[in-house]
């Protein structure tokens, strides 16, 4: 008969020790990421995608008037992610302080991307990294190109990734409790809240789940997470139901709509698998921004298997990848969700190899990889990439009468809203919104005052026809850089 030594417990004097060899190590992680990716966050990335104007707009309407939107609420997303970011600008009156709008957002973005460093540092300990290689997966998520260029931007995806490593780090906690299941299961229903795609992750979560829970109590555990994980997502299709929109039906939004369009409705980007493809374009350009991290992660996925540990970590970036092969629609921010993976891999692999074989990985990093990343945050932090759209605003501001209609990007649309104008108009609701056509355009074209945007591609104005008549009796009367301020003269 063979004998186990058990570990002696630990007591609250090593715990506490080390705990403080570990702080020891994150803080400097988390100061020199809070300047990599705080310096110069209002100027770059530029403003290159509506949808960070779109939630904290969005934001805004939950303090200014209580509602969920600053149009009508369609259910595109759960709304947690912009409740949060009303949270943090009420509590600093964000909007009030801010030098435009997105910037609040942006701020919260930054509060996320460093509680996700410190919870992935957590996370790659329960892992069985040891401290030296935690801080490498640290600092390969927090500093890559591809991450810094993200984790500024207002994006859902940010929110929902950090309520994901949360959720894996709870699941992977040494006590193998009761409680770790049920705190798993909260974090993951707000990952999913924040953002629905986050779902697909469950099944990684559920394998790491497994192996981190005790084979006498595991049905418990995985019932308490299922129950309380089913329970915390269904309040939004009973919060759907309880406003009678879970359903179509006449003069109303419904969720159930929104799903089939998410789902089906919307035109796909094409697979991963196809050179001309939309998502194989925008895959193209995340490699673009940094050719090394997430090519070494998914390179990594299949010896990840034969490492116990990073099993489920491996299937999570398998099925992101997975999911980009089958041809339907791929958001801009996609790639999100992908880093922490990708940074553990790389760090958690290459922690299990022999000192000789990782001196070359570890040289052609020195030689190629940090000399690249750090030119790259060079340029980024000298580049005023929003300078243009804000001139613009400024301009309207200025020479505009806070009473007329302008069309104008969502960017724009709240700091026009914040300086007093009464009608600005977002221009994806031209056309589409019933409710602005008739209040704010009851004339159509003639309706418009002032149009400020960058040119429009002709298969987006051919949707909005009343847009493109607006722009056909326009002349120019200012323009800064990409963006022209057109007045409406027909």
């Known amino acids: 008969m063979t004998a186990v030594l058990e570990r002696p417990a630990d007591t609250s004097e090593t715990v506490v020790k080390r705990d403080r060899r570990s702080w020891y190590v994150l803080a400097p992680l988390l100061l020199v990421a809070g300047l990599v990716n705080g310096w110069n966050l209002h100027g770059w990335p530029g403003r290159i995608n509506d949808d960070e104007g779109t939630y904290v707009d969005q934001a805004w309407a939950m303090l200014d008037h209580g509602s969920l939107a600053h149009y009508t609420y369609w259910y595109d997303h759960p709304f947690l992610g912009w409740a949060i970011i009303a949270g943090y600008a009420g509590l600093t009156d964000g909007f009030a302080r801010a030098p435009s709008g997105v910037m609040v957002g942006r701020e919260v973005m930054l509060i996320a991307v460093l509680v996700s460093c410190a919870l992935l540092f957590l996370l790659a300990r329960r892992l069985g990294f040891n401290r030296a290689w935690s801080a490498v997966a640290v600092a390969l998520f927090a500093l890559s190109p591809l991450a810094v260029f993200f ?14 490593i949360a959720a894996l780090a709870a699941a992977a906690s040494p006590r193998r409790s009761v409680g770790a299941a049920l705190y798993s299961a909260v974090w993951f229903a707000g990952a999913v809240l924040c953002k629905e795609t986050a779902v697909i992750l469950l099944p990684a979560l559920v394998w790491l789940l497994v192996q981190h829970t005790d084979r006498r ?20 299709p009973v919060f759907a139901l309880l406003k009678n929109e879970l359903v179509p039906g006449d003069g109303h939004v419904s969720l159930s709509w929104a799903l089939w369009w998410q789902l089906f409705g919307r035109s796909g980007s094409g697979s991963l698998l196809d050179p001309s493809s939309g998502t194989y374009a925008l895959a193209h350009s995340w490699v673009d921004l940094d050719p090394y991290l997430l090519l070494a992660g998914v390179l990594l996925v299949l010896p990840a298997f034969f490492v116990k540990p990073l099993r489920p970590v491996a299937l999570a970036l398998l099925i992101q990848v997975a999911m980009m092969c089958r041809g339907g629609y791929l958001p801009f921010a996609y790639v999100i969700a992908m880093l922490p993976f990708a940074a553990l891999l790389v760090a958690g692999v290459l922690s299990r190899l022999r000192l000789a074989f990782v001196a070359v990985p570890a040289a052609l990093a020195l030689l190629v990889v940090v000399p690249a990343w750090s030119t790259t945050m060079y340029a980024q932090s000298k580049t005023d990439g929003s300078a243009n759209s804000r001139a613009a605003t400024k301009w309207v501001i200025d020479h505009v009468p806070k009473d007329r209609v ?13 300086a007093g104008f009464t009608k600005p108009v977002w221009l994806w609701k031209v056309d589409t919104d019933p409710e602005v056509m008739e209040k704010v355009l009851p004339a159509g074209a003639a309706s418009i005052d002032y149009v ?23 002349r120019v009367v200012e323009r800064f850089g990409e963006i022209e301020i057109r007045q409406v003269t027909g």
Do not use: C, E
């Not at 109590?217 to 939004?236: D, I, K, M, P, Q």
């Not at 302008?406 to 700091?415: C, E, G, K, N, Q």
């Not at 400020?452 to 326009?474: E, K, N, Y």
């Open 406 to 418: 302008v069309v104008t990007d969502d960017y724009i649309w709240l700091d026009l809203k914040l």
């Open 452 to 474: 400020v945007m960058a040119g429009q591609a002709d298969s987006t104005l051919a949707s909005l026809p009343t847009l493109r008549q607006g722009l056909a009796d326009s």
């Open 151 to 164: 984790h500024r931007m207002v994006f859902l995806d940010n929110l929902a990734t950090m309520f994901t």
């Open 217 to 236: 109590t595991r049905a418990w555990n995985l019932g308490l997470f299922g129950v309380t994980f089913a329970g915390l997502v269904a309040s939004y």
